[in-house]
């Protein structure tokens, strides 16, 4: 590794490709929304948590590449955490819907036999609590369909997938905005694209996501056993086990 805006790439070749949209764990650069709850040092605890979680969730699939897509200036610390089994790419340009498109066009096609569209999903880096079947039956969504969307309950979603590359799709960001997924589709309609859906699902966005998660891994740990024994301690130093009220905008880093 020479330099951030240089690419990791180890392909595996297989048909099937998960991209975890990720940043480097940096104060002020991850989980932002998480400020008003927790320290900047314990923000980018959470996150290395969330991110090494999310990667071993991914690396469960049967016969699936996994690969992380970053802004330019996080591929070298990223590759570090990652370990040499997954790609890491910079994204051409800046901000998520930039990110987006650099997945579809940097993965969807298999370069090395022109014809072949490869099924690809970009997947948040704060989800690895999500059912690894609900990752299995998106790929097998997109069989069907030329897109596939994972809505959040507050109107974003936690993933998309393609066969292809459509640049126009994340035209005009609006994400992190609770019309996010809206957007979207009406895009896809626009291109005359069909759309299918996985289970809707939360992400991780504000102090309600932090203790809905923590409900849920107190019951089964193993499904992100890193983050789950550091909700753990974060309850302890809280004084008890909290509460959900609700879960927050989605965001896909």
């Not at 569209?117 to 609590?129: E, G, K, V, Y």
Request: glycine share 8%; charged share 20%.
């Amino acid at each position: 590794m020479k330099s951030g805006s240089e690419t990791v790439v180890h392909s595996s070749g297989s048909e099937r490709v998960l991209v975890i949209m990720a940043r480097a764990p940096r104060a002020g650069a991850v989980k932002t929304r998480l400020a008003s709850s927790l320290s900047p040092a314990a923000t980018v605890a959470f996150y290395c948590c969330l991110l090494d979680d999310t990667l071993a969730l991914a690396r469960s699939l049967n016969d699936v590449e996994v690969a992380i897509m970053c802004p330019d200036t996080d591929v070298n610390e990223l590759a570090q955490l990652a370990g040499g089994e997954v790609s890491v790419v910079a994204q051409k340009g800046e901000g998520l819907a930039a990110g987006l498109t650099s997945v579809f066009a940097h993965f969807a096609q298999d370069h090395r036999r022109e014809a072949q569209q490869r099924r690809t999903i970009a997947f948040n880096s704060d989800s690895p609590h999500l059912p690894r079947s609900v990752l299995e039956d998106a790929f097998e969504t997109l069989i069907a369909h030329d897109v596939v969307v994972g809505p959040t309950h507050d109107g974003g979603y936690y993933l998309v997938g393609a066969k292809a590359s459509h640049p126009a799709l994340f035209a005009h960001d609006g994400m992190g905005t609770s019309s996010a997924l809206e957007r979207l589709l009406a895009r896809a309609r626009a291109l005359e694209l069909s759309v299918g859906f996985a289970d809707r699902f939360y992400d991780i966005d504000i102090a309600d996501d932090l203790t809905r998660l923590a409900a849920e891994l107190r019951l089964a740990p193993a499904r992100a056993p890193r983050t789950a024994a550091w909700l753990k301690e974060w309850e302890l130093m809280a004084g008890q086990p909290r509460t959900s009220s609700g879960a927050g905008r989605g965001e896909l880093y």
